[in-house]
């Protein structure tokens, strides 16, 4: 079995691997070396340094964790829980379009950031902010480009019906469980 393959049965708080808050602090950056960040026209930008297959695994996402705190850089890891990624992985750039996804492994429970599509030597890592926190704390406009840009991104909860429907089978098991349980509690409501 792949070990990018999300377990849908899991509740909404997803155990991680969690590093204490000095080692961010102390700005260290370690990054795998198949990685690398680079000052492009459009910032700071995470790439590789060789190329990858779609279902591979880029490397294993851990961080210290926040609550209440949601940003462009946090990945949602329960209904009040975030974690702000370490090792770099602060420079995966969002897009509408991303050759990249955020993944929880069966088998470890371990967030694992896996390749979408090929992906070939130099290119820059993107995923879909959307697909790992709920409503995010500052929105902001996109720049992707992509013919499927939507345009503000602020979190799952935001996308319209249509675009839910889109990306839901590459949302966090986070996402999909917090989604789940609003439909359910608009639905009691009624």
Request: charge should be negative.
């Amino acid at each position: 079995m792949s070990p990018c393959v999300t377990n849908s049965s899991n509740p909404v708080d997803i155990p991680l691997n969690s590093r204490s808050r000095s080692r961010q602090k102390s700005g260290q950056c370690h990054l795998p070396d198949h990685l690398s960040i680079q000052n492009t026209d459009k910032g700071y930008s995470l790439h590789v340094t060789h190329s990858f297959r779609k279902g591979q695994v880029l490397a294993k996402i851990v961080g210290s964790i926040v609550h209440n705190t949601p940003n462009r850089h946090t990945l949602q890891v329960g209904l009040d829980k975030h974690i702000v990624p370490e090792e770099g992985m602060m420079y995966a750039n969002h897009s509408c379009d991303p050759n990249c996804q955020i993944m929880v492994s069966e088998e470890t429970g371990e967030w694992l950031l896996c390749a979408r599509r090929d992906i070939e030597s130099d290119e820059e890592i993107s995923f879909d902010y959307n697909t790992t926190e709920y409503k995010m704390g500052d929105r902001f406009d996109c720049l992707c480009g992509s013919n499927d840009c939507i345009g503000q991104i602020q979190g799952f909860y935001f996308l319209s019906p249509q675009q839910k429907a889109k990306k839901i089978h590459t949302a966090s098991p986070v996402i999909k469980s917090l989604e789940k349980y609003y439909i359910d509690s608009d639905l009691h409501s009624l």
